[in-house]
């Protein structure tokens, strides 16, 4: 068996794991950095499979880590994206209102934009038909301008070939298997390093616990579905979301406009019943079956706000139901342009087993060998380059933060 040493190692080719690898080499020109993933290649999970959204940061409670680098995160993947060349669509977005209870909730949502440094503005139906002219709301409606998308897996190919570039070494094809004590073990490869660094999205909960972390934590997995416009047709020229329900860590069923101008719809937030269910026969494994499904249930018995989430969400499987969500939030809507699902992506959402609650915000553990990025999602790829220089300054310069 191959034997490698390097300083550094992460586990996970997504955009944590990319951004950790560029913001440590950074900090360390001359060590070794080395990524291994399981896939092929680039964006085969949550990573490549998502909107592409580049949110503002007024979603989340000021305390929060994703409230303080999601603001930061956005101008800096902007740059990026503009210094590279990437495509990017500077459309903004307008958060919708159905009735007084979500009116309640919109001025949260602005609260908690104003508190968190974030451009954003209360406008009332005379102001969102200025900006976007087919969207509907009661009353009012929140217009964020520094909203955009990107396409994630472009920025996913430029920091691939960065990284390369500054002689970070990628394994593909090369899953953990196994921490024995001194090796990180795949199939053909034994790794030893200095630092391990555990970015491994939907499997991050189970490397954890072989290094002793994550005890109080496990993945529960969700599916997000996408169907897209068949021809582009432009409808819409901003993002439109609802007001989410802000007991759960999911923003609802929205438009997105694309950076190549098409719209999509969603996504769902399914509660999946095996980590890789992009199907219902894909990679099914039976342990994580009876684990996930467990969890499913006992939550379900006990948890009225994933009781709620998980009668609605079931209901968008079924496509003429999610076209009913989405044409609530405007007044002209093309439905027979939406007849393609996109490809689906599975959100690792992170359940607290103490509290029996998913996790809103991201979550860091580890000591002086191993770190372990757990529940990396939305808004993870706009907050990905600070955050993740926030992990190296934290935890590897122990400069506190």
């Known amino acids: 068996m191959q034997k490698i040493t390097t300083d550094f190692l992460i586990i996970g080719a997504g955009i944590i794991g990319l951004t950790l690898a560029y913001n440590l080499r950074k900090v ?204 582009g047709t432009p409808f819409i020229k901003r993002n439109i979301y609802p007001v989410p329900n802000l007991k759960n860590p999911f923003l609802g069923v929205h438009f997105t406009v694309t950076v190549d101008g098409k719209i999509k719809i969603g996504p769902t937030a399914i509660p999946c019943l095996w980590r890789e269910q992009y199907n219902f026969v894909s990679k099914l494994n039976l342990f994580e079956f009876f684990q996930i499904s467990s969890w499913n249930l006992k939550l379900f018995l006990t948890n009225q706000n994933f009781r709620q989430v998980a009668l609605e969400e079931i209901r968008k499987y079924r496509k003429s139901y999610l076209l009913d969500e989405a044409e609530k939030l405007v007044h002209q809507f093309p439905r027979n342009e939406f007849n393609q699902w996109g490809k689906p992506g599975i959100r690792a959402q992170l359940l607290d087993v103490e509290r029996r609650e998913l996790v809103h915000d991201f979550v860091v553990e580890g000591d002086d060998f191993s770190l372990h990025i757990l529940n990396a999602v939305s808004p993870a790829l706009t907050a990905s380059l600070p955050f993740t220089r926030y992990v190296v300054e934290k935890y590897i310069l122990n400069k506190g933060g």
Not at 113 to 142: C, F, H, M, R, S
Not at 153 to 168: F, I, N, Q, W, Y
């Open 28 to 231: 360390f020109p001359e060590k070794e950095i080395v990524i291994l993933d399981k896939e092929d290649g680039l964006g085969k999970h949550a990573s490549g499979r998502n909107s592409g959204v580049l949110h503002a940061g007024f979603y989340y409670t000021p305390d929060s880590l994703k409230a303080k680098f999601t603001r930061i995160g956005n101008q800096e993947l902007k740059n990026y994206c503009k210094e590279k060349n990437l495509k990017i669509n500077e459309c903004g977005k307008v958060v919708v209102t159905k009735n007084e209870e979500e009116l309640e909730r919109l001025h949260e949502l602005y609260r908690r934009g104003l508190q968190n440094g974030v451009e954003v503005y209360l406008i009332d139906e005379k102001e969102l038909k200025e900006i976007e002219p087919n969207a509907k709301t009661y009353q009012l409606a929140l217009w964020s301008p520094n909203t955009a998308t990107v396409d994630p897996l472009e920025v996913l190919s430029a920091l691939e070939e960065d990284l390369r570039k500054m002689e970070v070494k990628f394994f593909y094809n090369t899953p953990f298997k196994k921490w024995d004590g001194e090796y990180v073990l795949s199939d053909n490869i034994k790794f030893k390093a200095n630092k391990v660094i555990n970015a491994a999205g939907l499997y991050a909960d189970k490397i954890a616990k072989c290094f002793g972390f994550s005890k109080r934590y496990v993945i529960q997995p969700f599916k997000g579905l996408y169907l897209i416009s068949r021809n």
